[in-house]
């Protein structure tokens, strides 16, 4: 047991004796799922400090600095663990797939990052390729740290088919009839039956994929605010102090199946394509990481 988990053990021990059952799961899910998100809430929390003391005759230009703290963050979490290479693969591909589309898109005048840069790639400084890195970065921690097992798992061709049409739409729509809706439509056909299992202490729950893909889209959207608050970047017609339109919610709510994909052709053991049955009684799993044994094993 590392000492991630018995930290988690002890937080959920000490839940459990104080609080009711269901409130003391909510706040294990509540701390986990930040745990999870680690690297996006320090990666916002750079450009929230950044926009406050920033100045534009410093020497080192934000988006500069901000490339370093989050090549930094990553060696962190490489060194103490937090991350395994494999997982740190992935993430490399999400930030490549976001940079490619990042430049894109900002050469389409879709959206545009305002402020001055060295390290810019036509526009796009390099930097940003974390922001989608952070996604992956959040979908490979919450499998690890939740045990989590997505069944019954539609065809991995099925799946894989769909990512790429999201991909390429989030492209060919600027030359192409946009596709959206279909999408929309075909991610509640395929993942339908999907339920995310996961364990908050020794006990399964689950959500339907959909569902869960959904309320990530909000709190997406309430990042990309943070983003265009800090005029890190603006999109085309809005000001900063406007809220970024609830459509991009949409958009972040198909992204994430590409991303979902992309970690999961990685991560198969958490793939069955049979319905999933929790171990033990009543869904209770011997020897969790977090809260202390069920009364029948204690």
Known sequence: MNRTRRLERALGDWCRARLPHYLSELVMFTLKQGWAAIFGILLLGGLLVSSRIWQADWALARYDALLIYALGLQAVFLITGMESTREARVILLFHLTGTIMEIFKVQAGSWAYPGAGVLKLWGVPL???????????????????????????????????????????????????????????????????????????????W????????????????????????????????????????????????????????????????????????????????????????????
């Open 127 to 205: 930097f940003s390729g974390f922001m989608y890195a952070s996604v992956g970065s959040y979908m490979a921690r919450v499998i690890r740290l939740f045990d989590m097992r997505f069944a019954p798992y539609p065809p991995t061709w099925m799946a894989s088919c769909l990512a790429v049409l999201i991909y390429v739409n989030f492209f060919s729509h600027h030359f192409l009839p946009d596709i959206r809706l279909a999408l929309f439509v075909a991610t509640v056909v395929i993942f339908i039956r999907t339920r995310i299992w996961f364990y908050i202490g020794g006990h399964a729950y």
């Open 207 to 298: 959500m339907p994929l959909p569902l869960a893909a959904f309320l990530s889209s909000f709190f997406l959207w309430v990042a990309e605010n943070v983003g265009t608050r800090t005029r890190t970047w603006l999109y085309a017609g809005q000001d900063s102090e406007h809220w970024v339109s609830l459509a991009k919610m949409g958009s972040w709510y198909l992204l994430l199946y590409v991303s979902f994909v992309t970690v999961t052709l990685v991560v198969r053991d958490a793939l069955s394509a049979e319905a999933f049955r929790p171990s033990g009684p009543s869904g209770i799993r011997r020897n969790p990481a977090s809260a202390a044994q069920p009364p029948s094993a204690q």
